[in-house]
């Protein structure tokens, strides 16, 4: 019985809260001051010859900061009205970069889907042209091309990128600092420059003829500064305590690094080559100098011309007439959405735990 009693009269355990959210109370006056932000624009903007979007959204940012400013000032203080004004300051920053953005994907998925069917994916342009209607011909030929154009780029500049990134941060040569150079130099070479280069180079001086590997050579140089100083930075992350640790085991500096420093840094090295992948996906002037051209799925790499999104991208458009540029929204629409599916894979991949 006494322990009944006992039992009985212990305080229930209060249930956990959370002082940082937000309850219902607390946003009334937020959305009071949005009310009254809203109607303070439109009256202003109806009494003065301020007018058009511009000075909605501009006068809306006025008063809704300063609204909440004055509001945070009477409840709370000076600093709490600071910390309030800076947050609104950075919140609207973010919506201000984060729109251009939200703009380009409406309005490639807006237009682009106009001409997305089952032929898209299943026929190319090999009797069809650019201004016939769009249930007929396709964008097959160029989605294999733009394939083997990132996959031969990726392969040639992937090596090279990650040993000269571990040459840079475990070995630390004599040549560190002049690759260092070459690499930063690198970065800013136009993507033309690269074109021209493999043109000049080697379709002017050998019998070669535009194909997808020649087309992948200056893809491969743009990609390689991209991924070298990613994945420079991401090794740089990665603790030196491991390596100290690996080294005081007895194991030498190349089996510490291909053990345990890449190990820890590939989900970086990872998003290293989605970066280098993005750099070149959406190429199109070196593809003018070195890739030839073809209407029909050509799947030899190495002989006969090849087609990519990029450069029917500009067909399209250089076409002119209705047809052409549809078609050229859709394969923009294509070629994002092969961005997108390559980005997320190796995401998923690179989050894989290590064994």
Do not use: C
Request: proline share 5%; no cysteine; aromatic share 8%.
């Amino acid at each position: 019985m006494s322990s009944a009693v006992i039992l009985s009269a212990t305080p229930a355990r209060p249930a956990p809260q959370r002082p940082w959210k937000t309850t219902p109370k607390q946003a009334i006056p937020s959305v009071v001051l949005l009310l009254l932000a809203i109607v303070a624009d439109v009256v202003v903007v109806a009494v003065t010859p301020m007018k058009g979007k511009l000075a909605y959204a501009a006068l809306f940012f006025i008063f809704g900061v300063g609204f909440q400013a004055i509001y945070t000032y009477v409840k709370r203080g000076r600093i709490a009205a600071a910390d309030s004004l800076a947050s609104s300051i950075m919140m609207t920053g973010a919506l201000i970069v984060f729109a251009p953005v939200a703009s380009i994907l409406f309005t490639t998925i807006s237009k682009g889907l106009k001409g997305l069917g089952v032929n898209t994916f299943t026929q190319d342009m090999g009797s069809t042209a650019l201004g016939d209607p769009l249930g007929h011909g396709g964008l097959l030929h160029a989605i294999v091309g733009t394939l083997y154009l990132v996959l031969i780029a990726t392969v040639i500049s992937l090596p090279l990128s990650i040993l000269t990134a571990l040459y840079l941060t475990e070995i630390k040569g004599k040549a560190s600092a002049f690759i260092q150079f070459l690499v930063q130099a690198m970065s800013g070479v136009p993507s033309v420059v690269a074109g021209i280069f493999i043109y000049a180079a080697i379709l002017l001086t050998t019998n070669l003829r535009g194909s997808t590997f020649i087309g992948a050579l200056p893809l491969a140089i743009l990609m390689i500064p991209t991924v070298t100083r990613t994945a420079q930075e991401v090794l740089l992350l990665v603790p030196a305590d491991l390596r100290e640790a690996g080294l005081a085991l007895g194991a030498t500096q190349w089996r510490t690094v291909a053990t345990i420093v890449v190990p820890a840094a590939r989900s970086g090295l990872i998003t290293a080559v989605i970066l280098g992948i993005a750099r070149i996906a959406g190429e199109t002037a070196p593809l003018l100098f070195t890739l030839g051209t073809t209407d029909t799925v050509n799947l030899n790499p190495f002989k006969g011309g090849q087609n990519a999104l990029p450069y029917y991208v500009w067909s399209g458009l250089r076409d002119g007439t209705e047809g052409g540029i549809q078609r050229a929204w859709t394969a923009i629409l294509v070629l994002l959405i092969l961005v997108l599916s390559l980005f997320t894979t190796a995401r998923l991949f690179g989050n894989r735990k290590v064994k």
